[in-house]
């Protein structure tokens, strides 16, 4: 579930912030968007407000991996410390 959540409140603070990087600067120097809020928006206005979650299922399958085993090998660790775990 920690995985599930993550990747669904992180994906659109992400599409935002790799468009803002991946912007390209024309040879007048104008950026095609002036601020995160104005990426975002632009985003939801000119292809919905499902482009913000653009590449979920990836990051839903490497962050569910990742929690899975970050759980198990804390659990472990406590173990063998002796200490009690949750």
Do not use: H
């Amino acid at each position: 579930m920690s995985g599930l959540s993550a990747a669904t409140l992180s994906c659109p603070a992400d599409a935002v912030k790799t468009r803002m990087m991946n912007q390209a600067v024309r040879k007048d120097d104008k950026v095609i968007y002036k601020s995160s809020f104005d990426c975002l928006a632009k985003t939801v206005k000119y292809e919905g407000l499902k482009a913000l979650w653009k590449g979920f299922f990836p990051r839903r399958a490497r962050l569910g991996a990742w929690q899975f085993v970050f759980r198990i090998s804390y659990q472990k660790f406590w173990n063998l410390a002796g200490l009690s775990s949750f």
